[in-house]
């Protein structure tokens, strides 16, 4: 089974700074996908960011980035120009992308992180 | 652009009640994905159905049952109802084509008081 690992229960980060937020996972599996997810006060879950394992390339979404080193099984995200509306949970996110999981790609979050901006 | 659509968006039961919550997905989303979160705590899978077949099973509860139908949309229904029942429960919904995300609703608040 796979599992998710946020080490960080609450980050705080200046306006306008960057911060970057911790994930682990461990799996057997080699295609797989990694999310982050925000869970602002309504407690809808926003889509931030996906990487896809098979890429090396770091996925970039304007100000979110994400460092992903696939050997470590690291997958942290930083955000620069940190704004007021970042301030949320965030939940890393594991899904299988294995043939034989078709139809069964579940999400396996982490615990979250919830990200304080300071004014 | 439409979204995952449920209903109701809040609840309130008494214990032993039986509760009904629906889920609408994204039109052409063939895969249905039924999650819980607790207070304070991440997101819990329960049950997924794809093309009206349930596809995966997470720690769901006896008490708790679902099905996808001919429409896609899917009911998860829960029964004899616990405190421990209340928490926020959402439906997300993603094709089948393996490549595009779930695309999550806004959630059903459920308390059990």
């Known amino acids: 089974a796979q599992t998710v690992t946020q080490s960080q229960p609450e980050m705080s980060v200046q306006e306008a700074e960057t911060v970057t937020l911790s994930c682990t996972y461990d799996?057997?599996?080699?295609?797989?996908?990694l999310f982050w997810y925000k869970q602002p006060p309504s407690r809808q879950m926003i889509l931030v960011i996906r990487?896809?394992?098979?890429?090396?390339q770091n996925a970039t979404e304007n100000r979110f980035s994400v460092n992903f080193q696939k050997a470590a099984k690291s997958f942290s995200l930083k955000i620069s120009d940190s704004q007021l509306g970042d301030a949320a949970m965030y939940f890393c996110?594991?899904?299988?992308?294995?043939?034989?999981?078709?139809?069964?790609?579940?999400?396996?979050f982490g615990t979250g992180t919830r990200l304080t901006i300071i004014p | 652009a439409a979204g995952v659509i449920q209903s109701p968006r809040h609840l309130i039961k008494e214990k032993r009640e039986t509760a009904t919550l629906k889920c609408y997905p994204i039109?052409?989303?063939?895969?249905v994905y039924w999650y819980q979160q607790g207070p304070g705590q991440d997101p819990q899978f329960l049950i997924s159905?794809?093309?009206?077949?349930?596809?995966d099973k997470g720690s769901i509860p006896d008490r708790f049952s679902a099905q996808q139908f001919s429409d896609y949309h899917s009911e998860l229904n829960m029964s004899s109802l616990e405190l421990g029942d209340s928490a926020l429960y959402f439906c997300?919904?993603?094709?089948?084509?393996?490549?595009?995300?779930?695309?999550f609703g806004q959630g059903t608040r459920l308390t059990v008081v």
């Open positions: 997300a919904s993603s094709p089948i084509d393996g490549n595009t995300e779930a695309f």
């Open positions: 799996t057997s599996e080699s295609d797989y996908y």
């Open positions: 990487q896809e394992a098979y890429k090396q």
């Open positions: 996110a594991y899904r299988s992308a294995e043939e034989s999981n078709f139809g069964n790609e579940k999400l396996t």
């Open positions: 039109p052409r989303h063939d895969t």
């Open positions: 159905f794809y093309e009206k077949m349930q596809s």
